[in-house]
């Protein structure tokens, strides 16, 4: 926990930035009747029946000190599909950084292995060494600003039926286009000092 805190602390280097990343899943789910419109005093109303088809799989990229973030829709989580989110990281979005600052939970798949899985090791090795991981303690994934992030847009966009991985990422896509016109940076305030008070009951107890 204190290192991910000591992570946040630190001051922007566009050469060296703090990126956070997660992924969720979301199921699609199709009407099987239309929906009655909308009148006067009476919303739309839906169907409780509903056809399930499918799932997709929500990357989120996240740079808390720029208020930027970036998505992409697959059709799996595997450790090829993390592998090939983070080469576009380093090859594509940050391309120009000399180090890439990546905050994350550990989840299986989230390892320098995925790597080697998906590329020869001489590229695996290539991107690896452009990455400076630190991992979310487990339990600690609010930690992790991506995940922040992640629970806005459900919120915000997902939190209805949609009935394909088309209608998903043109409607992620928009959501994505318009937080990132008025950026605004994350306002981290937990510190290394608040969480020695506020959480002391996490740390061990030393006889004097």
């Known amino acids: 926990m204190e290192d991910v805190l000591e992570v946040y602390q630190r001051p922007y280097d566009p050469t060296r930035p703090v990126v956070c990343m997660d992924e969720s899943s979301k199921q699609h789910l199709k009407e099987v009747r ?3 419109p909308p009148k006067p005093g009476v919303p739309e109303r839906f169907d409780t029946e509903y056809e399930r088809n499918g799932t997709s799989n929500i990357f989120m990229f996240f740079e808390p000190l720029v208020g930027q973030r970036y998505t992409d829709v ?12 983070i080469k576009d990281l380093v090859d594509g979005r940050y391309a120009a950084a000399t180090c890439i ?24 090795r ?11 303690p487990k339990h600690g994934s609010w930690l992790n600003m991506a995940e922040i992030e992640l629970s806005i847009l459900s919120r915000q966009c997902l ?14 896509k928009t959501w ?8 605004k ?11 020695r008070i506020k959480l002391k009951k996490l740390y061990p107890t030393l006889e004097p």
């Open 176 to 183: 994505e286009k318009k937080r990132n016109a008025c950026p």
């Open 34 to 36: 239309l929906p009655l």
């Open 74 to 85: 697959t059709d799996s989580r595997t450790a090829v599909d993390w592998a090939l989110q």
């Open 159 to 172: 939190n209805r039926r949609i009935p394909h991985q088309l209608s998903m990422r043109k409607e992620i």
């Open 185 to 195: 940076p994350m306002d981290w305030r937990f510190t290394t000092e608040d969480a």
């Open 101 to 124: 600052t990546l905050v994350m939970d550990n989840l299986n798949t989230h390892v320098g292995g995925s790597l080697y899985k998906a590329f020869p090791p001489e590229e695996a």
């Open 126 to 136: 290539r991107i690896l060494k452009k990455l400076e991981i630190h991992y979310t």
